[in-house]
């Protein structure tokens, strides 16, 4: 998507908000900041009826282009760390020759700073920390594989991306045979979740064959997140496969 408004002159009509809400969506689920603060009090509002799958009360031209945009969607990336950040400086390497700051700069033409979306943090993590995965899944039924992680990109630390409780493990029990049917969801990946409450290693032990009956996989491996990957060492990571 990469018009900034559309106008329909003859009906007075101005697309830009849902354009606006659009690109926000195109850049979360890629796990990439934004460099223009576009996020206005409408776009969650555009953004919960898509959720709510009330998309006849959109525009019928935005309401086509949405379906077009969401059919391209097949894999889901949520750095969390950018739901909830509203907006951060960018960081220059003092190092790099004048030039290349120069260079970096023309790539990322803004007011100096990135943002986030905190304003989208009601939409997609509940009050308790749970991430709305059923949420992504629904609005994007073609994608396969959705991956969480946490990575700040200021100091380039991954922090845990969700706590392990039997809440998130009851969640995922009651909602993948749902998902299943409606969606091409296949695979969800906790890059370094928070073990504090409940281990991986337990959550193998006791909740393996409540997934089996629903003919999911759990398990354990080490694995990069798609963040930084070059300076990123395997993680533990919680994936929840089809079978």
Sequence with gaps: LSFKSILYPSLYHNYSQYLNAFTALQSMVVASEMN????????????KLIIDD????????????FEAFRNTVT??????????????????????EHEEAYLAH???????NQYGYLKLHPLFI???????VD??????PLTAHIELFNGNIQSGEILPCITLDEMVMNNLLNFLPVLEKNTKLRK???????????????????FTTWFEEIHWNIKLVMK???FQQDQMQPLRTLVVTKK
Excluded: C
């Excluded at 894999?75 to 790099?96: F, G, K, P």
């Excluded at 509940?126 to 709305?132: H, M, V």
């Design 75 to 96: 894999a889901v990336q949520i750095n969390v760390w950018l739901m909830i950040i509203d907006s951060y400086e960018i960081m220059e390497d003092e190092e790099h």
């Design 135 to 140: 949420r992504l899944a629904h609005m994007f």
């Design 36 to 47: 223009h603060n576009i996020l206005t009090p409408l776009v969650p509002k555009i953004l």
């Design 224 to 226: 990069k997140p798609p």
């Design 188 to 206: 969800i990946s906790f890059y370094n979740p928070d073990e504090q409450l409940l281990g991986i290693d337990n959550i193998l032990k006791h």
């Design 126 to 132: 509940d009050k308790d920390g749970w991430i709305f």
């Design 106 to 112: 023309e790539r990322h033409s803004n007011d100096g």
């Design 54 to 65: 009330k998309l006849e009360q959109l525009p019928q031209y935005i309401r086509f282009l």
